[in-house]
């Protein structure tokens, strides 16, 4: 089955520990996204990932970080600095992402919860 | 970032209603408009990819229009089922300085539909 993972589903951290979000994709797609979903707001955008080892800051990248050295995988790290850690956050890829016509494909989320 | 109004915000229908709800967006420098559909406990899927003035695009009982000169999509649904309750997201494209567009999305419109 073609698709894109995240795991795990449910994360409990303590306060001031950074915590790594794992996506992969079996879909060969060149492009790569993080979305962060809090109650009442759209999803936002938080890194994204054209090619390998390039990637660019979204419109809420502070107190995040992420790396792209496969094709497959674009791990998220929340790091201590980012102020309000505890939301759902999605990942998604697309065949392409330069012209942003093509669709994307969405992960099923992990539910971070920061205490 | 771009400016993205859907509405309503929820909508509650009746099995074989038909409804229709809006997606409002800055109607300079367009480039495209994505909607999805996100059902609960689901990850979100792309139901169009929009980018041409007065595009009318179907996928079974759904339907989109596009107005980029006046900046709104319609999304219809006729005659309603259960299984179409989820949330529906519009996004527009957004160029952004790394070369590369972004999509927007909007707070969705959660649609519930009683049997």
């Known amino acids: 089955d073609g698709g894109i993972t995240q795991s795990p589903k449910y ?4 306060e001031g520990q950074n915590v790594t979000l794992s996506c992969e994709q079996n879909l060969n ?5 993080w979305y962060r979903q809090d109650p009442g707001q759209g999803l936002r955008l938080i890194y994204y990932s054209q090619i390998v080892n390039d990637f660019q800051k979204g419109d809420i990248a502070e107190g995040y970080s992420v790396s792209r050295e ?3 995988s674009f791990p998220l790290t929340v790091t201590s600095a980012q102020k309000n850690p505890t939301a759902f956050y999605l990942c998604a890829s697309s065949i392409e992402g330069g012209t942003g ?9 992990t539910r ?4 | ?10 909508l509650h229908v009746q099995e074989g209603d038909s409804t229709n709800f809006t997606c409002s967006f800055p109607s300079s420098n367009f480039y495209a408009l994505h909607w999805y559909r996100w059902e609960t406990a689901k990850s979100p899927e792309a139901l169009f990819v929009m980018t041409l003035n007065g595009d009318e695009k179907k996928k079974g009982r759904i339907s989109a ?11 219809y649904i006729k005659g309603s089922q259960p299984e179409d309750s989820a949330t ?20 969705g419109t959660m649609l519930l539909v009683s049997p």
């Open chain 1, 70 to 72: 496969k094709k497959e």
């Open chain 2, 88 to 107: 529906y997201l519009c996004a527009p494209l957004e160029p952004t300085n790394s070369g590369y567009s972004t999509l927007t999305f909007g707070k």
């Open chain 1, 29 to 33: 797609h060149d492009a790569m996204y």
């Open chain 2, 65 to 75: 229009t596009l107005n980029t000169k006046e900046g709104y999509s319609y999304l």
């Open chain 2, 1 to 10: 970032i771009l400016n993205v109004e859907q509405s309503p915000q929820s």
């Open chain 1, 11 to 14: 994360l409990f951290r303590k």
């Open chain 1, 112 to 115: 971070l919860t920061v205490l």
């Open chain 1, 101 to 109: 016509y093509n669709e994307q494909f969405f992960g099923p989320g």
